[in-house]
């Protein structure tokens, strides 16, 4: 039962460094969202995507690219990375209405 | 537009006791999905809970129940008889019918003492 995976765990970046958070889920849901959690602030979502060769911006989408190529597959791109992305990042995925299953989380530290 | 607010930022109760999450929601859909999600201390997020707007009924599994009362538009989570486990930040959402956003609240903290 893999649900949603997302990888890495931890990271550690330099400033101006970038990488990508990968994600994927096995559940044939259409909706795949990325979202960035801080202490305080709940979770914000970052970009989304309602199905393949769709993607949209969430409520913070600034530094970050996504794209989604296949139903199963939502990385996310940091491009250059800044201390102020240092935060916990979750990936999701549902079908509408229904309920969201989130990954296990990834801890990135920008330094 | 669509809001989710949990007043409560951290509750503190004894092991044993009943404890009550509070959520209050906006929302123009006259269908609409709302949620609880536990994350524990480990970080992740965990699905407990998914009530319909137009379900008739408040329910129980275990030791959750659910209160969802649409005239003060509330949607409390009660753990009977808590425990040590249940020590973790708990996440009301909403989401609507046809959509794909879900908002979330910004959480509250539990802290179970033994």
């Known amino acids: 039962n893999a649900g949603v995976t997302q990888t890495p765990k931890f990271q550690v970046l330099k400033t101006g460094q970038s990488m990508t958070l990968q994600c994927a889920q096995d559940m044939n849901h259409e909706y795949m969202s990325w979202y960035r959690q801080d202490p305080g602030m709940g979770l914000r979502l970052i970009h989304y995507?309602?199905?393949?060769?769709?993607?949209d911006q969430g409520e913070v989408p600034n530094g970050y690219n996504v794209s989604r190529s296949t139903t199963e597959d939502f990385p996310l791109r940091l491009l250059s990375a800044a201390p102020s992305q240092t935060s916990v990042y979750f990936c999701a995925s549902s079908n509408t209405g229904n309920t969201i299953y989130f990954g296990e989380g990834s801890w990135l530290t920008v330094v | 537009a669509q809001k989710v607010t949990q007043a409560q930022t951290e509750i503190s109760v004894v092991e044993k006791e009943d404890v009550t999450l509070d959520c209050v929601y906006e929302?123009?859909?006259?269908?609409?999905?709302l949620f609880w999600y536990k994350q524990p201390p480990s970080g992740e997020l965990v699905f407990l809970i998914r009530?319909?707007?137009?379900?008739?009924q408040n329910e129980i599994s275990g030791r959750y129940s659910w209160n969802f009362q649409e005239s003060t538009s509330s949607f409390n989570f009660t753990i009977t008889a808590s425990q040590v486990v249940d020590s973790a930040v708990y996440f009301c959402a909403l989401t609507g019918s046809g959509t794909y956003k879900y908002i979330f609240g910004t959480g509250t903290r539990l802290k179970v003492l033994a």
């Open positions: 929302t123009r859909d006259t269908t609409y999905y």
């Open positions: 009530r319909n707007s137009f379900d008739e």
């Open positions: 995507s309602v199905g393949a060769g769709i993607t």
